[in-house]
């Protein structure tokens, strides 16, 4: 039998609830990223802080430290690290947004 | 007695496999196998004994017969699990990852427990499909919220092999540490061994670089997963299904309703052989 069938034979009903934690789950783990001798988050509030340095043209060398997810202090080169993870947040997000709307659509 | 064709690979995936009377578990670690291979582009080294690697028919990187340990049941029948601190030792790997052979693997996420650490790293948080927060499992009221040996990465270095020693220690003295940590101490776990294993090596304390940072996801109990297509293997390739249907029975008030979500490209650990089998047959 195939899962369609099984779905209208059981009148199962599409969980969003559920669908929004798989997603979360699923894509969280994506969003991690191992850059620089440290591990990183590539969420918005690590994208801000150093988007935040990189604006500031008078840092030179340009790096600073993070705290990284596993709480250890990390000399960065902050550009490089943006760019990391700018482009990691985007490509994940991306397929992040367009899981949810086919899901979004189910019922 | 070890047949081994590759010399110095220094990434693989290791898989522990016995069959019972019950459950073919060779069968699980081949289709296991098989998605290592396609998603995570590893090799497989089987650990098994002799009865059980005559049935195996997938053409693994090496198998590695050992005498197993068959001094532990549950539910009425022997079941082989322990001997799992071997991996350590029998891995011909430098950076190995652990698996069960129950853990579908759906993508390449795993590939990222190599860059975590230099030496070892395990879930120790867990989440269940379609149960969200569902309690973090604990070795008992007053004991450690329990690790998971379900995956397990970790690179030949003194620390590693210390872990895998004490847990080689824990497993030898199982009931003196479930008399003192008060769980039940008649069936061995590894993920129990495994926790205090690792928490005596950190001179019980927790290192934030031995957890993988994301959950495990288990399909727990009520929750049945059912693949939306077969894997094929035949001349023309292999087609590797990733999608499944998630079915939740959610009681409320006495009256169960039935939920479903789908889920794609996202690995899983299944409990329940019987569905596992399910879903290696399509």
Redesign the interface.
Known sequence: M??KT??KD??????H???K??LK??Y???L???EQGG?W?ADAQTIAILASFAALSNMNPHTTVLID???NPVQVEVTSLLESLTTLYNSVMTEWYA?WKE?EN?R | MERTRKQEISRGVLVFAFNSSKYNYVEMAEYCARRASRFLGLPTTIITDEESAETITYDFDNVVIVEPDKNNIREHQVWINKGRYQAYELSPYEETLVLDVDYVINSDTLLKTFDFSDSFCCHNRTEMLMYPNAPQEYLSSYSYNSLWATVIMFKKSTRAKQIFEALEMVQNNYDHYANIHSFVGGIFRNDYALTLALKIVNGHSDVRSDYIPWNLVHVGKNTSVYADASDTFDCKGEEFNTEFTVMFDNWKNSKVRKEYVTIKDFDFHIMNKDLFAGIMNG
């Open positions: 195939d899962t099984l779905i059981a009148k199962a009903r599409f969980s609830n559920s669908a934690a798989y789950e699923k969280n783990s994506k991690i990223i191992a591990l988050r997810t596993f709480d899981e899901l189910k």
